[in-house]
């Protein structure tokens, strides 16, 4: 009988990774976006799955590397973080046919892939730990991961981009210019962090991963016992402390900030936990779920995801 070798840490963190995805699409009535109960016209729940599953080899490959460079084989410079944001862009890409499923829940969890990956194997993959390894993969970053992940974009085509003042992404001179200035990919979402949450998270340390999101989601395990409803409670959390900037992309801050009050009298009647919690979830989610699908808040899922994920990287089993 020949024995399967056992997984590597690598393997480990790529599967807690790969479920941190599949528990934040199934979280239901997850307000505004997909999730287990409802498809968009043209994205479906099964088109997450897919995607979930297209990148699994990416977040291996980012926690192998992430282990050179703790090892001091390669220097941080040598990460390669936006070739690898592109190729898993493109996975779900050939993986399923919904559209942009992943971009935002890309751009942050390559990222922690590399940051847990840089914990030495027999070591517990401690949250603040991987916190710390995640400021020096993001202060890493070079003018190539930049043009990257530009094309990365390109390839997702995520709506509701608009159009910004500084190094468009639509804008063609915005790559020479890129590369005649020696831009990085951090230094980019300097500049995009103003507007757009997950940029905010590279410059700022990933503050609502580990300090809205992540506290309030044990608490709320803790509390019930029900992943679900506390997946649910804490995508609620996070909205109604940070409005969202893909709705405010694409219907103005004012609309973004009209959504963040619903996450916060849904939360006030008790979220999940209660039965008119649940009733003003479920209505919450009927009104923002338009014929185009404009404002779904995506950019709190991705955060949601990125809660997830180090959640389950820290030990955590459903």
């Keep these: 009988?020949?024995?399967?070798?056992?997984p590597t840490r690598h393997d480990e963190i790529a599967a807690a990774l790969e479920l941190a995805l599949l528990l934040e699409v199934s979280a239901y009535p997850k307000p505004g976006n997909v999730h287990r109960t409802r498809d968009f016209e043209n994205t479906r729940f099964e088109h997450f799955l897919a995607s979930a599953a297209a990148l699994v080899p990416h977040f291996r490959l980012a926690a192998l590397r992430g282990s050179k460079l703790a090892a001091g084989s390669i220097h941080s410079g040598e990460l390669m973080i936006g070739e690898r944001i592109k190729r898993a862009v493109e996975s779900c890409s050939e993986w399923q046919h919904g559209?942009?499923?992943?971009?935002?829940?890309i751009l942050l969890l390559i990222?922690?892939?590399?940051?847990?990956g840089m914990v030495p194997p027999g070591k517990d993959l401690k949250v603040q730990e991987i916190r710390k390894n995640l400021r020096r993969v993001v202060r890493g970053t070079s003018k190539t991961d930049a043009v990257n992940v530009y094309r990365a974009i390109s390839r997702a085509s995520p709506g509701g981009m608009g159009k910004v003042p500084e190094l468009d992404v639509n804008?063609?001179?915005?790559?020479?210019?890129?590369r005649r200035h020696n831009i990085s990919l951090l230094d980019i979402f300097r500049i995009s962090s103003r507007y757009d949450a997950v940029s905010s998270e590279w410059v700022r340390g990933f503050p609502v991963t580990f300090e809205i999101g992540l506290p309030f989601l044990l608490r709320e395990l803790h509390a019930t016992g029900d992943i679900n409803a506390a997946v649910v409670d804490t995508y609620l959390r996070i909205l109604s402390r940070v409005p969202d900037t893909l709705v405010a992309r694409k219907l103005g801050i004012g609309r973004a900030r009209e959504v963040s009050l619903m996450a916060r009298r849904v939360l006030k009647a008790g979220g999940m936990k209660t039965s008119r919690?649940?009733?003003?979830?479920?209505?919450?989610?009927?009104s923002l779920q338009t014929?185009?699908?404009?404002?779904?808040?995506?950019?709190?899922?991705?955060?949601?995801?990125?809660?997830l994920s180090v959640l389950l990287l820290g030990g955590y089993r459903p």
């Design 1 to 6: 009988m020949t024995l399967k070798p056992m």
């Design 99 to 105: 559209g942009n499923t992943s971009l935002g829940a």
């Design 111 to 116: 990222p922690i892939s590399y940051a847990a």
């Design 171 to 178: 804008d063609k001179d915005s790559l020479t210019r890129i």
């Design 277 to 286: 919690g649940r009733k003003e979830a479920q209505r919450m989610d009927r």
């Design 291 to 307: 014929i185009d699908h404009r404002c779904n808040p995506g950019t709190t899922a991705d955060l949601t995801a990125s809660t």
